[in-house]
């Protein structure tokens, strides 16, 4: 199966900085990325799919990119909702994978 | 809106089975392709099962292939998970997630609120 990883496990940011972080694929995944947002108690929420596609009602400071292995989520001037784990996924190769969370913190 | 709320979870001892729910609404139920997807408590997401949306197939992890089953009724815009032969490690959040095409792009866009599913001796 292909194996994601995200860096960094934490991201202790200031609301109104930028954000980035990594997403790694073991192998290339035609660009089969979705991005997803998870607070405490709540469920996953859809951000990014197709790596670069802003999911329903996702604000525009949310932008992904990338391409074959690498990826990346940025989020321009952090909100304070903005605080919560992030997660990537593969969706080019079943069974269908996540990467391990970067949390982003305050 | 899209909603789904999942129910049937529970403490269960190791080996035996439970049966969750989701309750589907907010849109066409039998266009759509649902997904299984769990999260151990305070650890990441896990696929574990697809069923397109017709039900002519599902797909599985390897972690639960051969033990749980996914199905669906569309007369009752409602989707399974019959688990059996319970584990310690299924103990787990369990969300069922909405694909966005028939028969599983792969990805999630609408998630139900999950249910925790606590396997125990």
């Known amino acids: 199966e292909i194996v994601m990883t995200q860096s960094p496990a934490t991201l202790s940011v200031s609301p109104g900085e930028r954000a980035t972080f990594s997403c790694r694929a073991s192998?290339?995944?035609?660009?089969?990325l979705a991005w997803y947002q998870q607070k405490p108690g709540q469920a996953p929420r859809l951000l990014i799919y197709?790596?670069?596609m802003r999911a329903t009602s996702i604000p525009v400071r949310f932008s992904g990119g990338g391409s074959r292995t690498e990826f990346t989520l940025t989020i321009t001037t952090l909100q304070s909702e903005d605080f919560a784990v992030y997660y990537c996924?593969?969706?080019?190769?079943?069974?269908?994978?996540f990467g391990p969370g970067t949390k982003v913190e305050i | 809106q899209v909603q789904l709320v999942e129910s049937g979870g529970g403490v269960v001892q190791p080996g035996e089975s439970l049966r969750l729910s989701c309750a589907a609404s907010?849109?066409?139920?039998?266009?759509?392709?649902i997904h299984w997807v769990r999260q151990a408590p305070g650890k990441g997401l896990e696929w574990l099962a697809i069923?397109?949306?017709?039900?002519?197939?599902?797909f599985y992890a390897d972690s639960v292939k051969g033990r749980f089953t996914i199905s669906r009724d569309n007369s009752k815009n409602t989707l399974y998970l019959q688990m059996n032969s319970l584990r310690v490690e299924d103990t787990a959040l369990y969300y069922c997630?909405?694909?966005?095409?028939?028969?599983?792009?792969?990805?999630?866009?609408?998630w139900g609120q999950g249910i925790l599913v606590t396997v125990s001796s």
């Open positions: 997630a909405k694909d966005p095409h028939y028969t599983g792009y792969g990805y999630f866009d609408y």
């Open positions: 907010g849109f066409a139920f039998s266009d759509y392709a």
């Open positions: 069923i397109w949306s017709d039900g002519s197939n599902q």
């Open positions: 192998e290339s995944i035609n660009g089969k």
């Open positions: 197709g790596t670069s």
């Open positions: 996924e593969q969706y080019h190769k079943w069974p269908w994978t």
